[in-house]
């Protein structure tokens, strides 16, 4: 065996580089340059142009074949950043918000009745002692 591979980086004294990260962050593409870089390949017309820009800047085939299929199918929305999650429903949370002012109507108009009806119980008490009261 060589020394390159018997030696560990612990066994010539040196540790590993803390600043490496372990799993390596996926690369997001904006919007703006997926279409600069279609725009580039497609004005391409010399042989090996398209593979010298996806060497420059370090993007594979795959990556063109997806961005052009998203451009086909009128994806370009998807392209530019959008609001992550899952989608609101207008009409869903309409008839939540609807459904939650419905209840507190109710709630009010209950407390309202309660009131109105220990109202008329204090009139009638009023009026009976009233009644009952002699005249001086």
Same mark, same amino acid.
């Given at each position: 065996?060589?020394?390159? $591979? =018997? ?37 391409? =017309? ?60 109710? =709630? ?10 220990? $109202? ?17």
């Amino acid at each position: 065996m060589t020394e390159k $591979q =018997t030696r560990s980086p612990k066994a010539n004294g040196t540790a590993a580089d803390p600043a490496v990260e372990l799993k390596p962050k996926r690369r997001t593409f904006s919007a703006e340059y997926k279409l600069r870089i279609l725009e580039e390949a497609d004005q391409s =017309t010399e042989v090996g142009e398209i593979g010298a820009l996806l060497r420059r800047e370090g993007l594979y085939s795959s990556h063109l074949a997806e961005w052009r299929k998203q451009r086909r199918q009128g994806q370009l929305q998807a392209l530019t950043p959008s609001k992550r999650g899952r989608k609101v429903d207008e009409a869903a949370a309409e008839i939540a918000a609807l459904r939650r002012e419905n209840e507190r109507l109710r =709630t009010q108009l209950s407390q309202a009745e309660l009131l109105i009806t220990a $109202q008329k119980k204090l009139a009638q008490a009023l009026q009976t002692l009233l009644a009952d009261e002699p005249e001086n």
